[in-house]
């Protein structure tokens, strides 16, 4: 009888363990039927697409979860301005992930092109390159892209000098810093909206208004954004200073610095290899992933490992867990190695499967609930007389109702935030001057702003 009770008390505990394991709560599930929307060139009119946006199932046993999507997210794509075909299109993927990663103790495994990882929302994460490389026999570049010869030894074989697809396909990214191959719609990056850096570097959001998953606040420690395909969870750009979760917050920082060349001929372990092309103003010192150095920063906690991560304390995991961070640098701008990588710290087990071959229960719980009232807004330019921006600082889980509302309580206009998006517009162009309100509700609590329209 004692062994009986004791196998039950077991199963119990494994069970109790995945539900509430964050592998499995945090995914942003599509409960309400959100679609996806993309922009083609030239016209900045959103088009709407009959796939639905986010997560659609998750699924675990006592040793992994299932995530069931199609890879478009609840911001808009698009459009792509470096001539790439694609549109983001429905991957009808099932990932499996562990919800008990382990360490890889032995030699680190290196990332790969395609999939390395997933953001909650269903959309995949690659790491730094673009399957395009310096070909040292013709002196020129090599790869997949339309104009360009094969690399020798075919697709995937390691190079010499590789590109690095963040500087190197900027042109081709999104608002939300996202594009696609072959319709898998990825970001390489921190997935927040370009037009969000303190520094700002692509025009893109200026014709095409979007957003991305997260807004970053400095004020706060960053959303669980994803999970890299060694079970470990991915964080946005701030946590807390000290792994133990004390310091206050501060931006997680890249252990990896450009190398000072001016020559690309040896790696910066010294190895000699064929030399890559000199750095200059076509080839500037960044455009190749081997351009980069590990340093490592002994003492300085708020500095990463050579995986992009370390051990430590988050609002999800209070015991704490090996994290990844999504680096940006001091303007918010993206920071090599942007995600996961060049090597992964754990045990790469997880795959995108076509099928489940155990016995799984399915997730019908939600998220923590968001509360409104401490959730951080900024509606702007206020006053306003063009256009008004709701911003939600941080990673949106629910849905958001926003009102434009006068002064005598009529509704002049409606608009929502969607689970995994950060804004809202109105249009106030045709309005009449004079003080407003904006009313952002969600499940039955609300916060409203006062705001001039001139």
């Known amino acids: 009888m004692k062994k009986i009770i004791l196998a039950i008390t077991l ?83 099932i990932f499996k992930f562990p919800l008990n990663p382990t360490q890889n103790t032995g030699t680190p495994t290196s990332t790969t092109g395609g999939n390395i990882g997933v953001f909650i929302n269903g959309v995949a994460l690659f790491d730094y390159r673009d399957g395009v490389a310096w070909n040292t026999t013709t002196n020129s570049l090599c790869g997949g892209l339309p104009g360009m010869s094969p690399c020798p030894g075919g697709p995937g074989t390691a190079q010499s ?13 999104d608002c939300s810093k996202g594009h696609p191959a072959m319709g898998n719609y990825h970001h390489h990056q921190n997935p927040s909206a370009f037009n969000l850096d303190l520094t700002v570097i692509s025009n893109i959001c200026d014709i095409y208004a979007a957003d991305g998953l997260y807004a970053i606040n400095i004020n706060e420690h960053s959303p669980l954004i994803g999970y890299a395909y060694d079970g470990f969870p991915i964080y946005g750009a701030y946590g807390y200073a000290n792994a133990d979760g004390t310091g206050g917050i501060v931006r997680i920082k890249s252990g990896y610095q450009l190398r000072n060349i001016t020559t690309r001929t040896v790696w910066a372990d010294g190895t000699d290899v064929p030399d890559g092309p000199a750095v200059n103003t076509t080839y500037p010192l960044g455009y190749f992933r081997e351009d980069y150095e590990f340093i490592a920063h002994p003492g300085q906690n708020d500095y990463l490992d050579e995986h992009n991560g370390r051990f430590c304390v988050t609002p999800e995991y209070p015991n704490g867990i090996y994290c990844y961070f999504a680096t940006v640098d001091q303007n918010h701008n993206s920071a090599y190695p942007y995600a996961v ?32 009232e401490n959730a951080q807004f900024k509606v702007f330019p206020n006053p306003s007389s063009d256009l008004l921006v709701v911003q939600f600082e941080g990673l949106n889980q629910s849905e958001i109702n926003a009102e434009l509302i006068d002064q005598n309580g009529k509704v002049i206009q ?34 409203t702003y006062t705001i001039s329209i001139e």
């Open 11 to 93: 199963i119990t505990n494994l069970s109790l363990y995945a539900q509430l394991n964050p592998a499995v709560t945090s995914w942003l599930r599509n409960t309400s039927g959100i679609m996806g929307s993309h922009y083609v060139s030239g016209n900045p009119t959103l088009i709407a697409d009959n796939v639905e946006a986010n997560i659609q199932t998750v699924q675990y046993s006592n040793n992994w979860v299932y995530v069931s999507t199609n890879g478009i997210p609840a911001y808009p794509t698009g459009p792509f301005l470096d001539g790439n075909p694609s549109l983001a299109s429905d991957q009808n993927a």
């Open 161 to 173: 000098w590789n590109r690095d697809a963040v500087p190197a396909e900027k042109l081709g990214f």
């Open 341 to 372: 990588g060049p090597t992964f710290y754990g045990n790469k087990t997880a795959a995108k499967v076509t099928s489940i071959s155990e016995s799984v229960t399915t997730y019908n719980g939600s998220a923590d609930v968001q509360t409104i």
């Open 414 to 447: 409606t608009q929502s935030i969607l689970p995994g998006s950060t804004l809202c517009y109105f249009d106030v162009k045709t309005i009449y001057a004079g003080t407003y309100f904006v009313k952002l509700t969600t499940q039955n609590l609300s916060k």
